[in-house]
């Protein structure tokens, strides 16, 4: 028999259900067929069932045609896609995650001030990118404490933080760039949602043998997610699915936690939950 307990805090955040819920109203009734530049959000799963009604992913704008409707993504975007998409005539349904409104707020109004816009984060993510297209000429993006140490020679600057990074990553960064540049605003912009998440994970784990992490593979919130269990030296898995799960990981009486990234939709931690019962009914 193996005992799971599930953390309080799993499945999808705030700006993940705000997206879905303006998708759906963007659906309709069905029949419609609506785009995005690549996945909405980082489940393939989610991304499935939504192009199973109506919304399909596509490379670039190049796609689409006057009249269609492109969603922008929680992430946000870059603002020269959306001056593109509004020149064709395409319809926007924006949903840009409010905290990540917030972020691009500050840089725009840091860049306004003529400060040197700082971004603490992964420069490959699509928030950052899209933050990053809002913070005037050439911002610097870091993501560890040797880059931090190497920013030089700026006087007056501003930083904002990718949304679902670990604070206390970026409060060392910070503290780094304190040392180095005289007059440095700082917006903390991680996400109360990904911090409690982690909290709720970090609880349950005192009290299982082991935490599995539900997720997709491209989830940068996950994977921190997983990489924080790993980190604390606690025994931890990732899965994006079911089937994943190997019965060879669990022994009897064992107790595992479950736990989520933001954008895992409540059917796949049905399944998981589902697939687990049936292992430990074995
Ligand atoms: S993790 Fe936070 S910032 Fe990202 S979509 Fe969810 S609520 Fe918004």
């Known amino acids: ?17 705000r ?12 029949g419609r067929t609506i785009y995005s530049i690549g996945d909405v959000i980082h489940n393939s799963q989610a991304v499935e069932d939504l192009k199973s009604r109506g919304v399909i992913p596509v ?18 975007v870059m603002p020269d896609l959306i001056e593109e ?3 064709k005539g395409i319809e926007l349904i924006d949903t840009t995650c409010p905290f990540v409104q917030k972020s691009q707020k500050y840089v725009r109004q840091m860049a306004y001030e003529g400060r040197k816009v700082i971004i603490i984060g992964d420069s490959s993510h699509p928030e950052v990118r899209a933050i990053s297209g809002q913070a005037g000429p050439a911002p ?10 190497a920013v030089k020679g700026i006087d007056r600057a501003g930083v904002v933080i990718q949304t679902t990074l670990s604070r206390e990553k970026a409060m060392r960064i ?34 299982v043998d082991m935490v599995l992490v539900v997720g997709g593979k491209g989830s940068s919130n996950t994977k921190r997610l997983f990489q924080m269990c790993i980190d604390e030296g606690i025994t931890a898995r990732f899965i994006e699915t079911a089937d994943e799960i190997d019965p060879s990981w669990f022994k009897d ?18 399944d998981v939950l589902a697939r687990l019962r049936e292992i430990s009914d074995c």
């Open 85 to 87: 998409a509004r020149g």
């Open 140 to 149: 610097v993006i870091i993501s560890t404490l040797e880059e931090a140490k």
């Open 253 to 270: 009486g064992d107790r595992i936690g479950l736990t989520t990234g933001t954008s895992t939709p409540d059917w796949v931690i049905d």
């Open 174 to 207: 910070i503290g780094q760039l304190e040392d180095n540049i005289p007059d440095l605003r700082v917006h903390d912009t991680i996400c109360q949602a990904t911090v409690l998440r982690r909290e709720a994970t970090l609880e349950l784990a005192r009290d």
């Open 19 to 30: 997206a879905m819920r303006l998708i759906a109203e963007g659906l309709g009734n069905g």
């Open 59 to 76: 490379s670039s704008m190049d796609e689409l045609s006057e009249g269609d409707t492109l969603i922008i993504r929680a992430h946000g």
């Open 1 to 17: 028999m193996l005992e799971v307990i599930v953390s309080p805090i799993t499945g999808f955040c705030f700006g993940v259900k």
